[in-house]
């Protein structure tokens, strides 16, 4: 894949008010529900239910107005059935809803309206969630269900992402000579017509370090911060002793990466027509979604096996703070039927 | 100073006429030119385009319509995105309308100004199909590579430029759509009836609902089921065809047939677990060969079978309720996550995880806590290692350099032989 996607320049959102959960695992990090604004607009009350929607599902779960609507109308969707069945439900839905799109066609032709595709700058409306999208081109738009949640704030994921990599930056503050030092070093390589930068590696912590001649060096592959602080500082002494007078300045986090597992399986398809303004789910290309969440400025790729990478972070809290936003989103795309 | 009488008749009849572009005035009794107009003081000849007066090199701008300029690479992508719609099929004015004008737009874009060549001629493509996907033609992104012959990467780099500075939302067409497009495509050598395609776009719907074709390119999941359609229409002669040879007739790439098998293994395995739930088959009739047969019975009861109801239920098995559903949620996994062993769920244990605590200072000087002296000789050579090492490096770069000029002086030398240097044809006498 192309180097680009974790570069994102969009603007911030508001700042939301945020509360306190039970820490796990001796971390303590504040979970913010995602606003309003960053997920698809609530159905308007008055609009009949939908009579595919499982009622005994319904009944079980409360009804909070705060937060919008869950994805479980997505649930009903997800059996996939060609034909006549989609446009059945979709023409009944269409009375209801205030755009009339045209169903299926054999052959594309010019006159259709745009795609639903083409509304920039608004999250798409659950409308698609509960169409049942597949054979009909313009899946219907929906109809409104109580808004929903799987899960009361409070009770979170009870899954801490684990932090796989840190990368991180220190200026040793002298000019150094390379070759010295991928001569004098251990587990140093030098080759500057590939690189400009001495490649060194240390075991403990295990790390890979690009020390550069103007005294930047660049400390990748640590599972904690002060992991990769140590690893930096080993590797300052280790040019310090090698006779330059090596300085620890402006040691910097650039960026942490971290995983879990959420334990389902996870509908792309469904979530990235939900989604649409954040996520981009490319098959022909990459097997998982790239969520590109805005507060906070996370990446996440998210795979169908219900694996989750979390990347761009400068700080844990991001990490956690990204993931618990995301997860009661996933929990909303997880059944078959 | 304007002559009102000719010098010679003396009449006063002059006029002025435009003679190869110079006025002259001309007396119209006799003749007599009295004077020829000039280029310096003439008004009419002062070029000045527009009121603000700039004066810009003639050789970027055109002398009549400055403001209505259009560079020849943007006219040839225009061109190259008429070309691309035509090979298409776009009929529609509307559509190439809006792709000239989504061209328009992105050929502006300043991430896309200092690309390399190969991006910019990706760049109408890239438009094309961008209207197309608004217009929700069932086109892949693999259908273009082809159509363009490029690299996917450099694609996919273009468009993604494209659509998060033009703010635009594109979504990937459903598998179902595209199954017309890419058994066309396919070029297969036996045609398939409308039954059929309709049985393979159900097998397609099929992958969809047990999680085969989420995440996946969607050419091996639609070629595997038209394979399996291929075979049920004459299974007593096609049952022992294995994929490769079908493949050779779709002129697959060696790759796709890999995945193709694999689909087809995934697909069957589904098949067979859903044969298996229908009543009225025995257990040890069917296996992975013939599970084919039935795939007009699995998908006519589809619903019912991917739900787990059964039409006869026993009392008894209603008592087990959460515990069934559990199990049949679990009936249909996605493949990568069916061989999950417990321990791939343990966290990292190894001493470098992340909640393991270090010891570290933050003061900016280096010292003994960083790295003592005692374990420096793990990470710094000793002075004879460092000997050695030069001793080696010496050897190396001494070795490329006899190598080198050997190599170099042999053509030259033989070269020498043939060609005269103009200092020996100059010296002869």
Request: glycine share 4%; proline share 7%; hydrophobic share 35%.
């Amino acid at each position: 894949m192309d180097g680009t996607p974790f570069r994102q320049d969009q603007p911030q959102g508001q700042v939301r008010p945020g509360f306190q959960v039970q820490p796990q695992f001796g971390v303590a990090y504040t979970t913010q529900l995602p606003p309003s604004q960053f997920l698809p607009p609530p159905p308007p009350a008055s609009e009949p239910m939908l009579q595919t929607m499982p009622t005994s599902e319904l009944q079980n779960q409360p009804v909070s107005s705060s937060l919008v609507p869950d994805m479980t109308t997505v649930r009903t969707q997800m059996h996939y059935q060609p034909g006549q069945q989609q446009q059945d439900k979709a023409s009944s839905q269409n009375k209801a809803s205030s755009q009339n799109k045209p169903q299926e066609h054999s052959q594309p032709s010019s006159g259709l309206t745009p795609g639903f595709a083409n509304t920039p700058g608004v999250p798409h409306s659950h409308s698609h969630s509960s169409s049942g999208g597949t054979s009909s081109l313009y899946p219907a738009t929906p109809a409104p269900m109580t808004p929903m949640t799987p899960a009361t704030p409070a009770e979170g994921s009870g899954i801490v992402p684990q932090l796989q990599n840190i990368v991180s930056t220190v200026n040793l503050g002298c000019k150094l000579d390379l070759k010295k030092i991928a001569l004098h070093a251990r587990n140093a390589e030098y080759n500057p017509k590939r690189f400009a930068a001495v490649i060194m590696r240390i075991r403990d912590p295990r790390t890979t370090a690009l020390i550069f001649s103007s005294g930047k060096m660049v400390c990748t592959g640590a599972k904690s911060e002060d992991q990769s602080r140590l690893a930096a500082r080993k590797y300052a002494r280790v040019v310090q002793k090698l006779g330059f007078p090596a300085k620890f300045l402006d040691f910097k986090i650039q960026n942490m990466v971290g995983s879990c597992d959420v334990k389902f399986p996870i509908r792309l398809e469904g979530l990235v027509l939900t989604h649409a303004q954040f996520s981009s789910y490319e098959p022909e290309l990459f097997p998982g979604l790239i969520y590109r969440m805005v507060k906070p400025r996370i990446v996440l790729l998210i795979f169908v096996s219900g694996k989750v990478v979390l990347t761009g972070a400068k700080v844990r809290e991001e990490i956690y703070e990204a993931f618990e936003t995301i997860y009661p989103i996933l929990k909303g795309f997880r059944k078959t039927s | 100073m304007s002559a009102m009488v000719c010098t010679q008749c003396g009449s006063q009849n002059i006029q002025t006429d435009p003679h190869f572009c110079m006025e002259q005035r001309i007396c119209t009794d006799c003749g007599f030119v009295l004077e020829e107009g000039s280029f310096q003081n003439d008004p009419s000849r002062v070029y000045a385009p527009h009121a603000a007066q700039l004066t810009l090199p003639l050789k970027y701008r055109q002398h009549n319509n400055f403001h209505d300029y259009v560079s020849k690479a943007r006219r040839d992508g225009t061109t190259r995105v008429e070309e691309i719609s035509a090979m298409l099929r776009v009929t529609s004015d509307t559509m190439l309308e809006e792709a000239k004008t989504l061209y328009g737009r992105a050929y502006d874009l300043t991430a896309l100004k200092k690309t390399k060549r190969e991006k910019k001629r990706v760049l109408p493509g890239c438009c094309v199909y961008i209207v197309c996907r608004q217009h929700d033609w069932p086109i892949t992104l693999s259908d273009m590579w082809e159509l363009l012959q490029c690299i996917d990467s450099v694609f996919y780099s273009v468009y993604k430029v494209v659509l998060t500075e033009l703010n635009i939302v594109i979504t990937v067409p459903d598998i179902e759509t595209v199954v017309p497009s890419v058994i066309k495509k396919c070029d297969l050598t036996f045609d398939l009836d409308d039954e059929q395609i309709k049985t393979v776009t159900k097998i397609v719907c099929l992958a969809k609902n047990t999680w085969i074709s989420c995440g996946r390119r969607y050419d091996p999941i639609i070629i595997a089921a038209v394979f399996l359609v291929w075979k049920t229409a004459d299974y007593g002669k096609r049952k022992t065809t294995n994929i490769t040879s079908f493949c050779r007739q779709n002129k697959s790439g060696r790759q796709v047939v890999d995945m193709v098998r694999s689909r087809v293994h995934e697909l069957e395995g589904i098949l067979l677990k859903l044969a298996s739930d229908i009543p009225w088959v025995q257990t040890g009739q069917i296996n992975k060969k013939n599970v084919v047969c039935y795939i007009s019975d699995i998908l006519k009861y589809e619903k019912t079978l991917l739900d787990g109801k059964y039409v006869f239920t026993d009392e008894d098995s209603d008592l087990d309720g959460k515990d069934e559903e559990r199990e049949l949620q679990d009936k249909f996994l996605p493949p990568s996550m069916q061989n999950r062993t417990a321990t791939s769920d343990i966290r990292d244990t190894d001493r470098t995880s992340s909640d393991v605590s270090v010891p570290v200072s933050y003061s900016t000087e280096l010292g003994e806590n960083d790295i003592p002296d005692s374990e420096m000789h793990k990470y710094i050579k000793t002075t004879k290692e460092v000997m050695l090492a030069e001793e080696v490096m010496t050897k190396a770069a001494n070795k490329t350099e006899e190598e080198d000029p050997c190599k170099r002086k042999a053509p030259s030398d033989t070269h020498k032989l043939h060609k005269k240097k103009r200092s020996d044809v100059e010296n002869t006498p």
